[in-house]
């Protein structure tokens, strides 16, 4: 499906279909100085959603590239401190203002005010003239996001985890694939040279015979409040009810939000799905079940806090998993880093923040020959690897993907199948029993309540239909 083709949604029509909004901005073109040779018409133009932690870094990310344009960013935040760092300053005005200097200095011309800011994303997805949107939201909000860009038309750069619940992700992939767009999964590690090397290695049998892969996650990087903690006012200029949204209804309180929303299940899976969307979306890779997962998932020592506590995912993530060939994961908390490590009959390989490691020097300089199975690539003329690199050549595959409307290296059915593995990994460690699993019916095997944990009720007025 072309781009000029793509299906597109009134706003008018569409802010009914999803309960009003405020009037819109009009579209401001930037003008070919600014993006360099790309020509409006092959400009993929941008809706940034969420301009909290994470988009210093996947904001950048999209600017640098001339074929793409940033219209407009939205936040429930107005603007404040207390993300990962004290000195964070983060929020839609703030992004805002970050974007218009931006195209302002790329053109010399001194100003620039074409990019709006927005409360609610629903006025984001009512904009004709916004083709894509990057989700980059607590993760009880992107399955409800998905799924309304894709009815707008929109295609979707959704940051990892991809989903909530495994059943918030089946409805992303029936919606993705009902409206046929395209949708870019943020483990941008599948864009990272290094990893890719790993990966191969461990899939042309290079290792030898695959025995058993390590996936490592950061420990818990947050204080908790402990079991003293009292509600909080909400702040000036934050829209606390828009935040929750189709979480449970919860009193306000700081360490609840912003960054560390990642440390209680109602809003996430802790660490197992934070850095575990990086590290066990490489074992996937490199055993080529990005479209299917392992088949059992039990405890191994995992450690949680106290009943009381504020934070409630696990402070120690440790359980092991089995595909139906018998390669065994083990993914564990391994501070101060996360990594991914292959183990072969014959030699290992390991890829984290540091590089690829190797057990014998050969394998540092492996040629592949044309039997020989290889990956797709983000960027085939990136030959170093870098973490700088890594989230804008990502973002580079997701706008190719735009305009080609192929699967992009992450697509979304990765992207479900390695958050499933997470959850089922967290559902494990929380029953402290073995879970078995139907990768292809895609349902636990005889267990009832681990069957439930699969999904959650959301708070109206929000829902996952497509």
Known sequence: MSRST???VSRRRFLRTLAGGAALAAPYVVPSSVLGASAPSNRITLGVIGCGN??????????????????????????????????HFLGRTVQQENVNRFYAEKTGAGSYQGCAAYADFREVLARD??????????????????????????DVYCEKPLSLTIAEGKAMVAAVRKYGRVLQTGSHYRSSPNARYACELALNGKLGE??????????????????????????????YDMWLGPAPAAPYHIDRCLYRFRFLLDYSGGQTTNFGAHSNDLAQWGTGNSLSCPVEFEDNGSEWPPRDYFFNTATKVAFKARYAN????????????????????????????????????????????????????SNPARTSDSSAYHIPDHARNFLDCVKSRKDPIASVEAG???????????????????????????????????????????????????
């Not at 101060?336 to 490590?341: L, Q």
Request: contains cysteine.
């Open 6 to 8: 793509r299906t597109r």
């Open 54 to 87: 994470q988009s210093r870094i996947d904001l950048p990310a999209f600017l640098g590239h001339d074929d793409a344009q940033v219209l407009a960013v939205c936040d429930v935040n107005t603007a404040s401190h207390g993300y990962r760092e004290p000195t």
């Open 129 to 154: 003239d916004i083709d894509a949107v990057a989700i980059i939201v607590p993760d009880h909000w992107h399955g409800v996001m998905t799924i309304a860009a894709c009815k707008a038309g929109k």
């Open 210 to 239: 695959l025995r058993t892969i390590h996936t490592y996650v950061d420990k818990q990087n947050a204080t908790d409040p402990g079991p003293s903690w009292k509600p909080m006012p909400v702040p000036e200029g934050f829209d």
């Open 326 to 377: 018998g390669v065994e994961v083990i993914c564990e908390t391994m501070a101060p880093w996360f990594g991914t490590r292959f183990v072969g009959s014959e030699g290992w390989a390991q890829v984290d923040y540091r590089g690829v490691h190797v057990s014998h020097e050969s394998l540092k300089t492996v040629q592949f020959g044309p039997n020989d199975v290889r990956l797709p690539q």
């Open 416 to 466: 479900h199948h390695t958050a499933n593995f997470c959850h089922l990994g967290n559902i494990a460690m929380l029953l402290k029993r073995t879970i078995r699993w139907d990768p292809q019916r895609q349902e636990i095997i005889g267990d009832a309540e681990a069957a439930r944990m699969l999904s959650r009720p959301l708070r109206a007025p929000w829902s996952l239909e497509g």
